[in-house]
Each structure stands twice: as C-alpha cells, then as structure tokens.
C-alpha cells in the first residue's frame, strides 16, 4: 500500500458521541470521498466461477474434496491489524505512514486463501470489526457511536475520524495489493464484504441509536472509501453490501433506530450514492428462510410474489431481487449490480427425518439458484454446526463425534458435494416428495 490517499482528508476529528454532529461529518465526507477515476496497480478480469456451488469454509481440504467453487472466509480486521508497530510484523506505507499487520493471522489467511484460489474456487472475504480487549483497536476500527458490549460484539467501521479511515484505506489498500498479485503468491481475492447484514445494524453493525438515513450515509462513505482503496490495487475485485432477508419490513425484535427494511435502505443508499459519484457496489443478500428453524422455505408465509409489499426475500421468492436490481435507478454503468448470497442455511431439525429435511431444502435452493439469472455464487453457511449459535444446526457436517469422527458428515453433505457434478439427479431424487414436486424442471 505504497500510495496516497485519492483526496487526503484535511480536517482530524477526535472520537465523537453526538449523532447530530456525525450526521454533518458524514455528509462533508460523503462528498469528499467521491469517486474520480483511479488507476489500478494490477489488471484482470473478475475470475468467473465454474458453478455457483460455494461454501463459508472452515475446513479447506474437505471444502476441496467437496468441490466448492465460491468460498467466503470470515476476516477479524481486529486481529489483522498491529497499532503497536511490532517490526517483526509486514508494514504498508500509506499517506506517508507506515501501518503493519499481524504476521501469524496473515500467514493463516494466506494459507487458506491460497490453498483455495489455486484450485479455482473464487475467494471474497467478510471483513468484520469486532469489538476487541484492546482499546487502541476499538477506538481504531469501532464507530464512535458504537454501543460498549454490542450485540455479537460487532460495530459499524470507524470512517468518521481520520485515524479510523487512514487504518481502514492502509488496510485495504495492503489487503488488496497482496491478493492481487500477478504471480498470486499469497492467493487471490476476488471479493470484499464490508461488515454483516447492516440492515439490522444492531446487533451486526452497531453504530448506536441511528435513524435509516445516518446510519446509510455513514456506511455509504465506508463503502466508498473501500471501493477507492481496493481499486487502486485491483481492476476487478468487488466491494459488497451485506443485507438481511427483511425487505419491507425490519427485524421485529427491533425498532427503527436499530434495523431497516432492506428494500428504503437499499434505494436510499444508492440514490446517495447517485448524488455523490456512483461506484461499483454491489450486494451480498442472505435468503434464510423466514423462520431460521424452519428449513421448509416453500412454505415461507411472508415471502410474496409482489417485490414492493413482500415483507421478505427467502428462497421462495428469491428471483424479486435480481429482477429488483434490474430497475434503471439502481444500475450502474448500465448493468445490473452484481448478487452473491454469501451467507444462508437451513437448519437441522430434530427427529429422525431431521436430516433428511435439511438436505431436500438445500436440493430445491440450489437447482432455484442454479437456473437463476443474476446471482453469482450461492455460498452455504455452515461447513460445521456451530454450538455457539443459539441451536440453529446448519452444518453439512455434525458437532457431536461419531465413530471417532469429531465432525460426521450428515445427508446433506452428499447433496452438497453432488450439486454441480453429474452425480446430482440420484442424490437429489429423494427430495421431489418432500417439496412437493415432481421432478425439477417444475422448478421456479
């Protein structure tokens, strides 16, 4: 990250806690940030992936051996970066400062990445800024107006002062320039997705008690100044909005300073994003069916045929959002914005026929999405059932040994590895009579 800034910003603002004040600050950024044209270090175009089969992998040999073709891979910016200056650890100069990085959880990344890259499998990372022990980090990375504890311990990016958008452009900038290389020595990324499902910012993004208009003016800015900082490494790497399946309505466990239906968010946002110079954003979606617990997406009450009054986009109606995406107001360059589904499952549930439930669910999702325009990559999530999250089981592999394997597969496992492989009509035959269907061509 050996370049400067495309617009150094003038003014260094401490850590702030009135919202009325951001609200200023993020407009006069907003508007400094914008977009000029920007020359890339390093020039491809996008990887495009063999199929749209992928997976949140946690395991790398056995997402290979279960031939993944997208890969997402959670990123902790708070333990990538190194406040300290440790000179044992890689720098990056940017803005005339040098900035450096934890060795050992690049070195993981590296591995992972690469191991995956080098098989063909198109990577994009989910850069997280969790709330650390550390309060150097936190006050580096976390909004100012981020609540101390947040829910899942997850705030929004700090862009507001100029040590927060310094850090974040050095590591972007730093990020990118390493997975791009001509000779992928480290691997190659084809993808960034800037915090979690940010329409319920709460409890994924948490930037305080903020209306839907603060808090998309401030994560326009965010997106911005990533778009800009990854750009000048990459021609073809992609910045993405990470969005919920609430689209006309918000998560009801909150109210509307604290989660936003997906669909006034998303036309705010890039109506914003018109008026300050568009960019190339783009959406990573997750269609969970409407009751976590509940794999039946088919039967999914709230998810309607009517894009402007569906309270939600699951799977049962995922073809609104590409067909959304295609109105002129949200192209851009005359395209389509481009859709990955970067995180989504189906839960297993109890009972014997518990399995068997979870796996003709993701037989009817994936030949949905596979005969679908306008989505990229339907990436699964989970590779392994995750005890931490509150019950849901969506793993294709268990978390209970057996047989002395501390990860037993489950059915769904098969279907997976199955999915885009000639293989597929015998291992999905057994769903037809659980969905309803009678074959897959009824498939909608």
Known sequence: MARLPLLPIIVSLPPVK????????????????????VTSRYNAPYPIAASKKGLQVEIVDDALALGVKN????????????????????????????????????????????????????VTLILLPYQTANPVVNRILIHPLCITNAPNHLGNFNTVTDEGRRWLTALLEFCAERWSRPDQQYGRVSGYILGNEVNSHWWWANMGRVSMTEFADDYLRTLRLANTAIR????????YISMEHHWNIHYAAGDDHQTFPGRAFLDYFARQARAGGDFDWNIAYHPYPENLFEPRFWNDKTATTNVLTTPRITFKNLELLPAYLRRPELL?????????????????????????????????????IERLDGIDA???????????EGGLLFGLRGNQPRAGDPHPKKKIYDCFRAADTPQWPAAFAFALPIIGLTNWDEVR
């Open 18 to 37: 009135s919202a009325a004040l951001l609200i200023v600050v993020a407009f006069v950024l907003g508007t400094a940030l914008a977009d000029a044209p």
């Open 71 to 122: 890969a997402a891979i959670n990123v902790n910016i708070g333990w990538l970066i190194d406040p300290s200056g440790n000179p044992q650890n890689p720098a990056w100069e940017s803005s005339g400062q040098a900035f450096h990085f934890r060795r050992q959880y690049m070195a993981n990344l590296d591995q992972q990445i690469k191991t995956l890259s080098d098989h063909g499998v198109v």
């Open 232 to 239: 000048r490494e990459s021609s073809w790497a992609r910045v």
């Open 332 to 368: 851009y360059d005359g395209q389509p914005r481009h859709i990955i589904l970067s995180e989504q499952g189906f839960h297993t549930p109890a009972g014997p026929d518990g399995e068997t439930i979870q796996a003709a669910a993701f037989c009817y999702a994936y030949k949905k």
């Open 378 to 388: 339907f990436i699964l999530q989970r590779h392994v059932d995750n005890a931490g």
